[in-house]
């Protein structure tokens, strides 16, 4: 069974091999000021899905690959549940005018099925929306791998943008089945094609306007703690190799979810302060004050 810390490596190392260039995590504190934390790797890379920057010069190639710190609060009500954290890492893969739809899906597939060995339960598609075609490849190319169960889906397989702009796009998703036979989305694999010139918000509301990037970005982002959990063959996150050790440290008389959520809390108050965040009243200082 593979530990988390081994497929960690078993993902840097497959997209190496595929001409990825490996960086290290960024900051949880963003240096894109239009967030307060970092809760994607591509925020730190809006500037080469846009053209601003050039991945070669600063990368060596036009495709990287990463395991970044992420922490969102938008989940925080939902943690203590077998699937929610605020801190977690997150594995990803990105190409900035590199490789294409057909490439990026091919890759996952093969890391799936292939490097880990899981069936994949299912996978989605975007059916479209205002100005934005339905995504008849995405569709196209699982079925010619042999996914049998590909879904069409709405909003929830459009990505971004994060912030008050950015680049955004349709998405593809891979679910697969849990220790309790629960499908859960492991893989996110955005084609960000689109600029969004206003938030995700005002995009739902149909104020923001899109326009079309100078080329196709590949944006992937797998959560560890979940990929751990279906690699492991356990029911939650919380009965990884990532959690067990602290879970086990807590008194039995604390129930279930009061452990999980002091175990996740703990995770990122500790991965703020060394990113050095301070408790105060204000922006990110706050969130470490409330999770505290
Ligand atoms: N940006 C996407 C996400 O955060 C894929 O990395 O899910």
């Not at 899906?105 to 339960?121: D, N």
Request: glycine letters at 10%; a negative charge.
């Amino acid at each position: 069974m593979l530990s988390a810390s081994e497929i960690r490596q078993k993902f840097l190392e497959f997209f190496r091999k595929e001409g990825h260039a490996i960086v290290p995590s960024s900051s949880l504190i963003p240096s894109d000021p239009s967030g307060l934390l970092t809760t994607a790797r591509m925020q730190q890379f809006k500037k080469y899905y846009t053209g601003e920057a050039d991945p070669m010069a600063d990368f060596g190639s036009k495709s990287t690959v990463s395991v970044q710190k992420c922490l969102r609060t938008s989940d925080i009500d939902e943690v203590g549940d077998d699937t929610h954290l605020t801190f977690f890492e997150m594995l990803g893969n990105f190409s900035f005018g590199g490789y294409g739809k057909e490439k990026a899906i091919g890759y996952a597939h093969t890391f799936i099925t292939e490097e880990l060995g899981l069936p994949i339960s299912f996978v989605t598609f975007y059916q479209g929306g205002p100005g934005v075609p339905r995504d008849d490849e995405s569709e196209k190319y699982w079925k010619a791998l042999g996914v049998s169960d590909v879904r069409e889906a709405g909003a929830d397989v459009f990505w971004g943008p994060t912030g008050i702009s950015g680049p955004c796009g349709p998405t593809t998703e891979i679910y697969c089945k849990n220790a309790s036979g629960e499908d859960v989305e492991i893989w996110n694999i955005v084609f960000n094609e689109y600029f969004c010139d206003s938030s995700r918000e005002k995009l739902d509301r149909g104020e923001a306007k899109l326009s079309k990037l100078p080329f196709l970005g590949i944006d992937t982002g797998m959560g560890l703690e979940r990929l751990a959990m279906v690699v492991q063959n356990k029911s939650t996150i919380f009965k990884t190799d990532v959690f067990d050790f602290i879970l086990k440290s807590f008194p039995d008389s604390l129930t279930f979810r009061t452990q999980r959520i002091l175990a996740d809390h703990m995770r990122a108050v500790c991965f703020l302060v060394s990113d050095g965040v301070i408790p105060s009243n204000k922006g990110t200082g706050y969130i470490l004050r409330r999770l505290l």
